[in-house]
């Protein structure tokens, strides 16, 4: 049985002294590196953000000349494309009762809503600041989000799952 077993053992540290058999290679050219999609410096797109069942999920939008931060808002408050649903992208954000208006200033976003934050889902306020974050003109922007009839902001960001989160969490749209 000894015997047996000091033989095994040889035969594994043999098995595993040889490998698997493939030899190393050094490195190999691959072509050009992938072009196109999305980036932050992208000027012919937009990032919008709609709803999947796993949360928020950016699409790509062509963008237009023009006001970059309008046009997203108004790709996002016209809902998903009919492509776009059929891949099983919704929106959470209800009928608007009035403008989202979006400018920048400083640095910073500010997004005054037609609605009051509590009566929005987390994704749909996610939408709209990731949305927003995305259009502007600077990276990682802080959204100021203003409510009807409130006059002081609540600072968020857009963190890299796509959720808004406080300012002083930090974030990366």
Known sequence: MRKALCRLATVVVVAALAGCGITDTDALPAGQP???????????????????????????????????????MAALLAGPTADERARGLITRLP?????????????RVRLRLPWQVRNLRSVAVSQLVCTAAAAAAVADPVVEVF??????????????????????RGGSS
């Open 34 to 72: 992938v072009q196109g999609g999305l980036t932050a410096s992208s000027d012919r797109l937009l990032r919008v953000y709609f709803v999947t069942q796993e949360g928020t999920w950016p699409v790509s939008r062509p963008a237009p000349a023009g006001n970059r931060l309008r046009q997203a």
């Open 95 to 107: 009928a608007a009762p009035g403008p989202v208006e979006a400018t920048t200033a400083g640095g």
């Open 147 to 168: 409510e009807p009839d409130v006059d002081w902001p609540w600072p968020v960001r857009c963190d890299t799952d796509g959720t808004a989160v406080p300012a002083d």
